[in-house]
């Protein structure tokens, strides 16, 4: 499933070949995502031009004056930029033409993304209005995270993954970051200080960070490539590694279940 790390590498990627051009066509193969693309998009958007290309937790946000094309990747999309004529494959259900000549193509077999026009504020968009602060938003900060959980005794791992707290920690970077923090997944997030608070959230920019920079390699595989943008993963200390040894400690990984996700933590590194 593509998670922050993976949106933000598709926006750097497709960047350069979308801002500042003109739609020319837009063709809908299959309407069916996960609310159906609007039969009229075409009309909106061919001969407007794309002035910038956001991003909103894991949402692509094509900017077009003061309305919004929102693409979301779900659990199997993709998006990539074909500068040469490229024969549609099954599961490439949206394709956007652009003055350049290149096409932009939305392809998705499980068709659990979602491809939609916000003519107004896209903030104010019920997909957007409720979402908490970007990691990398100094909004997010121990004093932001101190203040708005001390009434709440949920896991820690929970809370970093509540999308109203903050948005973009995915299970896997929620694993890691705790381990690099050194913060047991299972503590009440009312109990953590906010000193290693302070701490989490160096640790969830630095393993985005590090995650966005491995996507850097990766990036041409987003313009002109045969398969699927490839997904990145960190060299993983805690994440998938039940029963093994602790790269820093040598003590046994240990495995359990919060809310039906894996959590695999260091019983000695983390408390
Ligand atoms: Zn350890």
């Known amino acids: 499933m593509p998670e922050l790390p993976e949106v933000e590498t598709t926006r750097r990627g497709l960047e350069p070949h979308v801002v500042g051009r003109r739609v020319t ?26 002035d910038r290309l956001d991003r909103r ?23 990539r930029a074909l500068t040469q004529p ?3 494959r099954t599961h490439d259900h949206v394709d956007l033409v652009l003055d350049s000549g290149a096409i932009l193509r939305y392809h998705d077999p499980r068709r659990f993304g979602a491809v939609l026009w916000i003519p107004g504020a896209a903030d104010a968009h019920p997909l957007l209005a409720r979402l908490g602060p970007e990691p990398f938003d100094s909004a997010f900060d121990a004093n932001y995270l101190w203040e ?17 707290l903050v948005v973009g920690v995915g299970n896997i970077y929620a694993n890691e970051s705790l381990f690099r923090a050194g913060i047991r997944p299972t503590t009440p997030v009312n109990r953590v200080s906010k000193a290693r608070l302070a701490r989490l959230v160096s640790e969830v920019r630095a393993t985005l960070t ?25 060299d993983l200390f805690v994440y998938g590694r039940e029963g093994e040894r602790c790269r820093v400690c040598t003590a046994t990984i240990r495995t359990l279940r919060l809310s039906g996700r894996a959590t695999s933590y260091c019983p000695r590194c983390q408390r």
């Open 25 to 50: 066509a837009m063709h809908i193969y299959d309407s069916r995502l996960r609310w159906p693309v609007p039969s009229d998009l075409p009309r909106r958007l061919v001969g407007r031009t794309i």
């Open 57 to 79: 937790s894991k949402y692509l946000l094509f900017r077009v004056d003061e309305a919004t094309l929102l693409v979301h990747l779900g659990m199997t999309g993709s998006l």
């Open 86 to 88: 490229t024969p549609r």
């Open 148 to 164: 708005s959980t001390r009434h709440r005794s949920l896991a820690v791992k929970l809370a970093l993954m509540d999308s109203h």
């Open 210 to 234: 590090d995650a966005i920079a491995k996507g850097g390699s990766t990036l041409r595989d987003y313009v002109d490539s045969d398969g699927e943008p490839g997904y990145f993963q960190l």
